[in-house]
């Protein structure tokens, strides 16, 4: 598994090797020290919120502490202590994004939501299956991956920031452009040329956006394409968009 932000690629080293009790347990502490919202186990009128609103007025000063103590550890010095500070900032986020400044410094900004029983359940199933599979993690541009061990044994599935939406990734802190796009395009080229299996998970349209540079490489190549029916949270639920304008799809260079 091969991601070029190196902080998520820490996170999952260090959650498969330390397990889910130690994880939980450094989290109860975080919420306690932080003094964060439990609003799974108080509800929302103990802060004298709605639900409908969530809690980021309550949230704020404690997640920014936390994002102040996350940043003052360099990147290259940041432990497992560190990953599971990181991952609370991702839960307390803004639509549970995450978005970076200058050196590696997380600069999302407070959201609604808090570590709820639903958060506890899907970091539990996340672990039990990270723990169920034979999996390396690695970081670095997918340019700097090396592919020459793959044979047509193997399958190479990837899921790229979607190209022509306004997540955070896309739009902020040099994110991904039309060169990154085509730069992948060839990548997988190259994959089919020797007779490689892949699937891409992308969009080819967003609202009134088309992704001209996929559907004519999806064209070229007479790929299959499947289209997904997916239900989100967080800030792509809130998007004011529906499901019929997002086209998004699976693309595949197999039948």
Request: hydrophobic share 35%.
């Amino acid at each position: 598994m091969n991601d070029k932000d190196l902080d998520l690629i820490g996170m999952y080293s260090s959650f498969k090797e330390q397990g889910y009790e130690k994880i939980i347990e450094i989290i109860k502490y975080y919420l306690e020290y932080y003094s964060f919202s439990r609003t799974g186990i108080y509800g929302h009128s103990a802060y004298g919120q709605e639900w409908r609103k969530g809690v980021p007025g309550v949230n704020k000063a404690a997640y920014d502490r936390l994002r102040n103590d996350f940043n003052a550890v360099t990147p290259e010095e940041r432990t497992f202590e560190d990953f599971v500070k990181f991952y609370l900032l991702t839960v307390y986020s803004f639509g549970g994004q995450i978005r970076w400044a200058g050196h590696r410094r997380f600069s999302e900004s407070v959201g609604k939501a808090d570590f709820t029983s639903a958060n506890k359940d899907k970091l539990k199933r996340f672990l039990d299956r990270l723990n169920g599979i034979d999996c390396e993690f690695r970081g670095g541009r997918f340019t700097e991956f090396d592919f020459d061990n793959l044979t047509q044994n193997d399958f190479v599935y990837v899921a790229p920031p979607y190209l022509i939406t306004n997540a955070s990734y896309v739009l902020y802190n040099d994110g991904w452009n039309e060169n990154d796009e085509r730069e992948l395009l060839k990548c997988l080229d190259m994959l089919n040329d020797r007779g490689i299996k892949f699937g891409l998970s992308n969009v080819l349209r967003y609202g009134e956006k088309e992704n001209i540079l996929l559907k004519e490489w999806v064209k070229s190549g007479n790929f299959r394409v499947e289209r997904l029916e997916m239900e989100y949270g967080g800030a792509l639920r809130n998007n004011k968009k529906s499901k019929e304008d997002i086209e998004e799809v699976l693309i595949m260079n197999y039948r």
